[in-house]
């Protein structure tokens, strides 16, 4: 019984890494592009923490 549940569990996170995977890569360059500069726009636009 051990053996089934421990092959289902990996099983379902082979199903879960495939799909990120999918929508990962259904990106265009040009969108991830756009979504690392409104990253960094939000990064450098916030305060950075001042040292104690």
Known sequence: MLGLAGLA???ASGVVI??????RRAY???EIRARLR???AEAAASPA???R
């Open 9 to 11: 569990g990996v099983a």
């Open 18 to 23: 495939a799909r990120a995977e999918r929508r």
């Open 28 to 30: 265009t360059p040009e």
């Open 38 to 40: 409104d990253r960094h």
């Open 49 to 51: 923490d001042e040292p």
